[in-house]
């Protein structure tokens, strides 16, 4: 029987860029890392896990993130971006219905990647590599946030009360998350979402 030789390995093989297989790596890297975060905390969370779990090595992984603080930080801005993603991609014609708009930015702060975000907000209270990094990026996230609810709702904020209560309302948000970590808060965050659309409705008229 007769091989194979290379040449023809390779035209039946489609070829795969270099920077393509990097970017593939890194993404797989980003979604470890949070997923082990969201599961076991910064403790649990150290780069041989965050590697393993992505079915590369190690090495691979400190090629693309250098430190532990450089994969975890580069983990949540990339679940900040996906978030942001999703949001705009559920209203995708601009301004929409108010109501809806307050649901789906609650909903943002009660899933896993809120959870990975929070564990990585506990670290950098007692990690100094980790603090100014993560201030910075929390940062910027609120700022992206605000413009995207802002938008969303088709908000004026030079009105009086309107940009409290976009603030107000991404706040509220962050607390509902919180406080689904402990337990199952459907039913009293039900509750809540409706009283604030009610509030966003009246306030942006």
Same mark, same amino acid.
């Given at each position: 029987?007769?091989?194979v ?22 993404q797989?890297?980003?979604a470890a ?8 905390g ?15 090595s190690?090495?691979?992984a ?13 983990a ?5 971006e996906? %978030?942001?993603?999703? *949001?705009?991609d559920?209203?995708? =014609?601009?301004? $929409?219905? /108010?109501?809806? #708009? +307050? !649901? ?14 929070l564990?990585?907000?506990v670290?950098a ?11 910075e ?5 609120g ?8 938008d ?14 976009v603030?107000g309302?991404?706040?509220?948000? %962050?607390?509902l998350? *919180?406080?689904?970590l402990?337990? =199952?808060?459907? $039913?009293? /965050?039900?509750? #809540? +979402? !409706? ?9 942006l008229?």
């Amino acid at each position: 029987m007769g091989g194979v030789s290379a040449t023809e390995h390779a035209a039946r093989t489609p070829h795969v860029p270099k920077q393509d297989r990097s970017r593939v790596t890194r993404q797989r890297l980003l979604a470890a890392a949070v997923a082990c975060l969201a599961e076991h905390g910064w403790a649990g969370s150290t780069v041989s896990v965050v590697a393993e779990r992505a079915g590369v090595s190690r090495g691979a992984a400190q090629h693309h993130f250098p430190t532990r603080e450089d994969l975890f930080t580069a983990a949540v801005e990339y679940v900040a971006e996906e %978030r942001s993603t999703a *949001l705009r991609d559920l209203f995708p =014609d601009g301004p $929409a219905d /108010r109501r809806a #708009v +307050v !649901a789906a930015l609650v909903g943002l702060y009660t899933g896993p990647l809120f959870r990975a975000a929070l564990h990585l907000w506990v670290a950098a209270s007692n990690e100094d590599q980790l603090r100014a990094r993560v201030t910075e990026l929390e940062a910027r996230v609120g700022r992206e946030s605000h413009r995207i609810a802002v938008d969303l709702l088709g908000a004026d904020e030079s009105r009086p009360g309107v940009r409290e209560t976009v603030q107000g309302l991404l706040d509220m948000a %962050r607390g509902l998350g *919180l406080a689904n970590l402990l337990t =199952d808060d459907t $039913a009293r /965050r039900e509750r #809540v +979402v !409706a009283q604030w659309g009610t509030i966003v409705e009246e306030t942006l008229g």
